[in-house]
C-alpha cells in the first residue's frame, strides 16, 4: 500500500469516526430538545389540571353539595378527576395523541384502570414516597409518548367515596357498583395522575436531522478525499516517483547529463536540488576516472 493509499485511508478513517460522533451528538441534542419542548408541554398541563382539581375540591363540590345534600352523587359535577376526565377528552379532540388519565390501581370507572407500565410506575412512587413526580418515555400502541406521573395520596375525603362501600353514596353505589374502587386506605398511593404528549414525530425528526447530517458530512468527506487525492497526486507523489526514478538512474552512471528540475513546494525542491548535486558529483567523479 503507498503512502498515497496509507494517508487516505487514515483521514478517511478519522473523519468517518468524527462524522459518526457528530451524528450521534446531533441526534442526542435534537432528542433532548424535542423531550424538553415536551416537558413544558406537560407541566402546562400538569398546571392546568392541578387549578381545575383545586378548584373543583374547593368550590365547586362544596356548593354543589350544598344545593343537592351530602348524599347525592353527580359525578359529573361532583368529582373533580371526572370533571378533568371529560375536559381531557375534549382536548384530546383537537390535540390527538394528548392524554390525561387518573390510572389506578383498582378504580371504581374501568377505564381508569391502570396498565402494566403505569402499574409499574406507581410501584415505584409507593417505594419512594418522597417524589413528587417522576416522568420518562413510553411506547403505547407503536407510538412514543412522553409522560409525567404525580402520585394520588388517600385523604380523609377520599375515602367518604373509596372507603367502605356500604357508607359511599347511594348515587355512586347505582352508577359504579360495589365491588371496583373501595377499601382504600388513608395515606395510601393508589393512583397517580399521567400526562402523556406525544412525541414519536418529534424523535422521528431528530433522527432524520441526524442522517441528513451525517450524508452531509459523507459528501464533503468524499469532496475533500479527492482534493487531496489531486493535491498529493500532483505536488507530492508524482515528484517524489519522479526522484526516485532519477536517483535509481544516477546510481546506475545513467542519464548523469540530464539536470533534475521539481520545483512543486520547498521541501522535494530541497530534495530536488539536493539529488541533483549528487548527479553533478557522480557525474564529474566518472569524467576524471575516465
Keep these: 500500500m503507498n503512502i498515497r493509499v496509507q494517508f487516505l485511508f487514515w483521514v478517511l478513517m478519522v473523519s468517518v469516526i468524527?462524522?459518526?460522533?457528530?451524528?450521534?451528538?446531533?441526534?442526542?441534542?435534537?432528542k433532548?430538545?424535542?423531550?424538553?419542548?415536551?416537558?413544558?408541554?406537560?407541566?402546562?398541563?400538569?398546571?392546568?389540571?392541578?387549578?381545575?382539581l383545586h378548584?373543583?375540591?374547593?368550590?365547586?363540590?362544596p356548593m354543589v353539595k350544598h344545593l343537592v345534600g351530602e348524599e347525592r352523587f353527580y359525578p359529573e359535577i361532583m368529582s373533580g378527576f371526572v370533571m378533568a376526565r371529560n375536559v381531557a377528552d375534549r382536548f384530546k379532540q383537537t390535540q390527538?395523541?394528548?392524554?390525561?388519565?387518573?390510572?389506578?390501581?383498582?378504580?371504581?370507572?374501568?377505564?381508569?384502570?391502570?396498565?402494566?407500565?403505569?402499574?409499574?410506575?406507581?410501584?415505584?412512587?409507593k417505594l419512594n414516597r418522597g417524589l413528587e413526580k417522576t416522568n420518562g418515555v413510553m411506547i403505547k400502541n407503536?407510538?412514543?409518548?412522553?409522560?409525567?406521573?404525580?402520585?394520588?395520596?388517600?385523604?380523609?375525603?377520599?375515602?367518604?367515596?373509596?372507603?367502605d362501600p356500604n357508607d359511599a353514596p347511594k348515587d355512586q353505589i347505582m352508577i359504579y357498583g360495589s365491588e371496583n374502587g373501595y377499601n382504600w386506605k388513608k395515606g395510601d398511593i393508589v393512583s397517580a395522575m399521567f400526562i402523556y404528549v406525544?412525541?414519536?414525530?418529534?424523535?422521528?425528526?431528530?433522527?432524520?436531522?441526524?442522517?441528513?447530517?451525517?450524508?452531509?458530512?459523507?459528501?464533503?468527506?468524499?469532496?475533500?478525499?479527492?482534493?487531496?487525492?489531486?493535491?498529493?497526486?500532483?505536488?507530492?507523489?508524482?515528484?517524489?516517483?519522479?526522484?526516485?526514478?532519477?536517483?535509481?538512474?544516477?546510481?546506475?552512471?545513467?542519464?548523469?547529463?540530464?539536470p533534475i528540475t521539481v520545483n512543486p513546494n520547498r521541501e522535494i525542491s530541497d530534495l530536488s536540488r539536493s539529488i541533483d548535486r549528487l548527479r553533478m558529483s557522480i557525474a564529474r567523479l566518472i569524467a576524471k576516472r575516465g
Excluded at 407503536?142 to 372507603?163: D, N
Excluded at 468524499?222 to 516517483?241: C, D, H, M, N, Y
Design 96 to 125: 390527538p395523541g394528548y392524554t390525561i388519565k387518573n390510572a389506578t390501581i383498582d378504580p371504581l370507572w374501568p377505564d381508569n384502570k391502570a396498565d402494566d407500565q403505569e402499574l409499574k410506575v406507581i410501584a415505584d412512587l
Design 18 to 30: 468524527a462524522i459518526g460522533i457528530l451524528g450521534y451528538a446531533s441526534f442526542q441534542f435534537s
Design 198 to 258: 406525544p412525541v414519536s414525530d418529534a424523535l422521528a425528526a431528530a433522527k432524520v436531522s441526524a442522517v441528513k447530517l451525517v450524508a452531509m458530512g459523507a459528501g464533503c468527506i468524499l469532496f475533500s478525499l479527492l482534493l487531496i487525492a489531486i493535491f498529493l497526486g500532483v505536488k507530492i507523489v508524482t515528484p517524489i516517483e519522479m526522484l526516485s526514478r532519477r536517483t535509481e538512474e544516477i546510481s546506475l552512471g545513467k542519464n548523469l547529463d540530464t
Design 32 to 52: 433532548q430538545a424535542a423531550l424538553k419542548e415536551a416537558s413544558d408541554k406537560v407541566a402546562i398541563l400538569g398546571s392546568y389540571t392541578n387549578a381545575a
Design 55 to 61: 378548584y373543583s375540591r374547593t368550590q365547586a363540590v
Design 142 to 163: 407503536g407510538q412514543q409518548f412522553f409522560y409525567e406521573a404525580r402520585p394520588m395520596v388517600t385523604s380523609e375525603k377520599c375515602l367518604r367515596c373509596h372507603g
